[in-house]
């Protein structure tokens, strides 16, 4: 059964600061996603990693994928206050014919001014 | 990638009555996933809906308590029957289209 984790669960960071988010999953999986949740809000998409070694950036958030340790990053460099909000990784689970998306934990995060 | 539209975005309902969640997608897919969100926790699939066949649950989650329809490639609804206090959450459709995760904007739920 494919599980996901994501660490720290709560992150409170001033801002300027870098910091990095880790997602680790339990059985093979090609590809990975990052999502972004505002309080009250669905899941705004952020990243789709796609092979081993992908890395894609957008603004202060860069996302790094390595399918053999079975291992995400999230980085976040010189954190803004826009950008706190809960982060979640979801990987799909190959192992079935619906490639259900499961999820991490999530990681809330607060920047504080 | 595909654009979802569910309702209601919110109700508040009494308990031991029912509520039907709709998803109505822009394009037609194979699947359609449905997903619990409970305060302050991750999101928690439900189950899948294919088109055609009856809905896979996941463990923990009953028929009985959720039954879905998929009566087309663009349509779903799920419903919470019976509800009690415990099943207020959000509740997600999501589809995937072209290796593209998309996710309806939520049905916010509070069971008085």
């Known amino acids: 059964e494919l599980k996901v984790e994501q660490n720290p669960l709560f992150l409170s960071m001033q801002e300027g600061k870098n910091y990095t988010i880790y997602c680790n999953y339990s059985t093979t999986s090609d590809r990975l996603y990052w999502y972004r949740q505002d309080p009250g809000k669905s899941l705004e998409s952020l990243f789709v990693l796609l092979s081993n070694g992908a890395v894609k950036q957008e603004g202060r958030l860069m996302a790094s994928l390595d399918t053999k340790a079975r291992l995400s990053t999230l980085h976040i460099t010189a954190a803004v206050h826009d950008l706190s909000a809960t982060y979640f990784c979801?990987?799909?689970?190959?192992?079935?014919?619906?490639?259900?998306?499961?999820f991490g934990t999530g990681t809330l995060l607060a920047v504080q001014p | 990638s595909a654009v979802i539209s569910q309702k209601p975005s919110r109700d508040i309902c009494q308990r031991g009555t029912s509520l039907t969640i709709q998803c109505q997608v822009d394009s037609q897919v194979t699947m359609m996933f449905w997903y619990r969100q409970q305060p302050g926790q991750s999101l928690t699939l439900i189950a899948t809906?294919?088109?055609?066949?009856?809905?896979?649950?996941e463990s923990g989650f009953v028929i009985d308590k959720f039954p879905i329809s998929r009566p087309n490639l663009t349509f779903s609804t799920l419903t919470v029957s019976n509800m009690s206090p415990e099943d207020s959450s959000i509740y997600l459709c999501?589809?995937?289209?072209?290796?593209?995760?998309?996710f309806g904007s939520g049905t916010r739920l509070t069971v008085v």
């Open positions: 999501s589809v995937e289209l072209f290796g593209d995760y998309t």
């Open positions: 979801a990987v799909p689970d190959m192992g079935g014919a619906t490639n259900k998306l499961i």
């Open positions: 809906a294919n088109q055609g066949s009856e809905a896979t649950y």
